[in-house]
């Protein structure tokens, strides 16, 4: 397969910055320690995907998206998205993230717990004085985050299969990927039609790049993923991965349907599990499912384009730019 890479953000930079700050604008606080944490993870860095993808399906839908309110809600968003890192990091007890020591390890469980809250906050205080459109779709997707972190129960608590991990997937990840392309589409006053195909295109989009997140624990190392393998099995997540390893019969899985037990086992398991499903049929079944619903985003995109009157065609080329990388990560 020929390489991809993602599109050129070139001309999306200034506006990024200006979304930047916009969200490091949010972080002002009486309590300085809220101010701390938050600036800490802004600074880790990460790819901005969901704001890139405010702009560009705005944009692809031909607005001009030079409106602050657009920029507002592409912080909003990215201030969402914050908050759950920080929640994710305390759930998972994580100590590294993108190479550094984690929110959760560094200032402890209490002040990010407190953080990841305070964010959540400021981003509904931006959200809130937008149209009742854009309240309500991010409503519909922070009660699906939740939804899906609660649902994420451990595979020895209660029974999971690949349905139950794929609506884990499109609650927890895919929702902020729809939300971001349908208030792009909303702010270019886009027909409803074009809005709920975009709105498939961004779930689709984004339950793909989870199952990939899924792989990668598994195929990956430390130095590339920015934080160790193997968490999704040692933490009996129910995962795309874990739930087809399951499904194949082996013996060695049936280990995820207990506790953790003590490290050194723990460590041994984890290592054994990873050889085993790189020598089994999981990779390339996971591969399978999330090229799948690449397509789907590739269809609704292709779908929405026909039905958009001033469609901008170079938007259109770096949408689908976005879906051929995701394709390429998959190998």
Known sequence: MSQSILPDLSPYREDLDAIESIIKSKFSSDASRLTEISNYLLELGGKRIRPILTLMTNRFCGGTYQAEQLFEIAAGIELIHMATLLHDDIIDKSSVRRHKVSPFTKFGMQDTLLAGDFLLTRAFRLCARLDPFVIDQTERACIELTEGEILEVPLYSTDHCLDSSLTIARKKTASLFRLSSVCGAFMANSEPSTIEQLGVFGESIGIAFQILDDILDV?????????????????????????????????????????????????????????????????????ELALDYAMRSKAALDSSSKSITNCDLNELKSLQQLIEFTIHRLG
């Open 219 to 287: 195929t990956s190392d430390e130095a590339t993923l920015g934080k160790p393998i193997g968490i999704d099995i040692l933490e009996r997540k129910p995962s795309v991965v874990n739930i087809i390893w399951l499904e194949s019969g082996s013996k060695l899985a049936k280990g995820l349907l207990a506790p953790p037990g003590e490290d050194q086992c723990e460590s041994d398991f984890c290592k054994e599990a990873i050889e085993e499903i790189k020598s089994l049929e999981v990779i390339p079944r996971a591969k």
